[in-house]
């Protein structure tokens, strides 16, 4: 990213504090998404903090699962600026469509082995669509090049025997190997004593950060002081 003058050092120093004030201004304007919310008094005070996406889990294998009795007013509170994210793990396209259209989803993202035309349908639906994927020192980003274009945005976390919410971190260094052009949602393990470090990441397709298990009380009882934390710290950020 720096450019080098001989014998201006000057000129040198004004270009550093340039690309600082750049990569400072990329994360005070990175989104942010807490995802694992099922509980309606906690739906409303995580609303109140204002991330960029909220994050709601219709996967019944998951301890985050919203319950199959979850009503649609447990979302009324939520701002229309705050994008309402339904979370789906191997669903038909016709479940998808029909909760999407219940909860007035403006996104959907999509955590199993969702195929290219599923996520292209979706978009065609005027839907956001993230598609999220387990990455490992085996994965090959190569592999995603039919979901350009079908996409909004990738996610990538961790990769367990699960589908998300492990807590876990994979090798951020691992990100270099990126070289698509859907930009990127980053998630796995994603908290306040690892936050410092991911504010060091420098890629030009992250998006965003997806924090779910490492900001809550227990599963799906998000805690609202850690959120807050977070969010105070992205948007304000002065350390390089």
């Given at each position: ?104 989803f403006k996104a959907v993202q999509l ?34 090049h039919p979901y350009e274009g079908p ?90």
């Amino acid at each position: 990213m720096l450019k080098i003058y001989l014998n201006n050092t000057t000129e040198l120093h004004k270009e550093a504090q340039s690309d600082t004030e750049e990569y400072k201004n990329e994360f005070r304007n990175m989104k942010i998404k807490i995802c694992g919310l099922k509980e309606v008094d906690n739906i409303r005070q995580v609303s109140v903090a204002n991330p960029d996406y909220m994050g709601f889990i219709f996967y019944t294998k998951s301890s985050r699962f919203v319950g199959e009795e979850f009503s649609k007013t447990a979302l009324d509170e939520i701002p229309d600026n705050i994008i309402k994210t339904a979370v789906f793990v191997n669903e038909s396209l016709e479940n998808i469509l029909k909760i999407v259209t219940k909860y007035d989803f403006k996104a959907v993202q999509l955590h199993g082995h969702e195929s290219p035309e599923t996520c292209r349908q979706l978009k065609q639906q005027n839907l956001i669509v993230i598609k999220a994927f387990a990455i490992d020192d085996t994965f090959n980003f190569e592999t995603l090049h039919p979901y350009e274009g079908p996409c909004d945005y990738f996610l990538f976390d961790t990769k367990t025997n699960h589908f998300g919410g492990s807590g876990r971190v994979f090798d951020w260094g691992l990100l270099r190997n990126y070289k698509l052009e859907t930009p990127f949602i980053l998630s796995g393990g994603l908290g306040v004593e690892n936050l410092e470090a991911v504010l060091k990441i420098k890629h030009d397709k992250l998006y965003g950060l997806d924090f779910n298990s490492r900001l809550e009380d227990k599963p799906g009882l998000k805690n609202i002081p850690l959120i807050n934390k977070v969010l105070d710290t992205i948007r304000n950020y002065e350390h390089i």
